[in-house]
């Protein structure tokens, strides 16, 4: 996803392809090793086979992309809900190892989401994700006080998207 001057939003779709050969190349063809390892090294310290994700956003394009972006890292078991309310009953039934969540959505709010995933002790370690398009930094302050894990602005990248969740996998405690 990236923000075209003066066109609004671009969307590029990724292929179906194995995460090395996605991670192996940036957006625009080139190669950058820096990049690859580290992407590389993250897929490494996260199961792939088992990891669960779960992305809720109230459009529907917003998250089949970063459905799009989360298959091209090797994960495949992605879940997608429409609002936090959706969100909680996936909750409910399933285990996640992330959860990506879009802050302004009805008739449950992203914020809203993240303070019942604090509160419930089920889902209280969850990695938890806030996107959004407003750039307000008394609200990344709110989430972060929150519990949110991390904050992601739109529109963002796959190599974005894999810096956070480079992070994530660094913070979680040792088996």
Known sequence: MQNLIGRGNGYRRLPDAPAQLLIAKTLNGTRDTGMVDRALEVLAMLDVRTARMLVVDDSRTTRRIVTSMIHGFGIWQVDEACDGAEALDLLDRRHYSLL???WRMAPMSGFELLIAVRANPKT???????ITAENDYGEIINAKSAGATSYLMKPFTMETLNAKLSRFVEARPAA
């Open 100 to 102: 990506i969540s879009d």
């Open 124 to 130: 209280r370690g969850l990695p938890f994700l806030m």
